[in-house]
């Protein structure tokens, strides 16, 4: 009966630690993040650290539908969680033009690659989004390298 009891308990907390959500950490390391590519789970926490000259700012032609945008202070460390599945792609709107961005992949949202190709076409329409392409190229390489696409 007690081992029992222990099965019962040992499983309840496996499903408990599996279902838990994850915590993520991007450093800015001089005008970059670090990583710059991450791919997390819907409900998932991300912090952003060692901001004293940095912030980020979600780019608005390049996060899912419905997404609330993020503009942070600048020279805050910073946490959201992430519910939406879909790609992520922000910025340190000062550092921009020396390219420091990041993306997030969150969840398996359907048409990864359509997606990216989407973004990289909104470059065309709007100049100031330039500096994501080198990021979006990137960040798909990276994801080939893992196996997602
Ligand atoms: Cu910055």
């Known amino acids: 009966m007690a081992k029992r009891l222990f099965w019962v308990l040992f499983l309840c907390w496996g499903f408990v630690s599996i279902s838990q959500a994850a915590e993520h950490e991007v ?9 710059m590519f991450i791919i997390i789970e819907p409900g998932d926490n991300v912090s952003w650290v060692n901001m004293p000259a940095h912030m980020i700012e979600t780019i608005d032609a ?13 020279g805050v460390d910073v946490n959201f969680t992430f519910d939406l599945e879909g790609i992520y792609v922000y910025k340190c709107t000062p550092h921009w033009g020396a390219r420091m961005g990041g993306v997030m992949l969150v969840g398996n949202p359907s048409d990864i ?17 330039l500096p994501a392409k080198g990021l979006l190229k990137k960040f798909k390489k990276h994801l080939q390298k893992q196996g997602v696409i």
Do not use: C, H, N, W
């Open 27 to 35: 450093r800015a390391v001089g005008v970059k993040f670090d990583p």
């Open 62 to 74: 390049m996060v899912p539908e419905g997404t609330e945008k993020i503009m942070t202070e600048l």
């Open 113 to 129: 690659e359509g997606t990216i190709d989407a973004y990289l076409l909104e470059i065309q329409t709007d100049k100031s989004l």
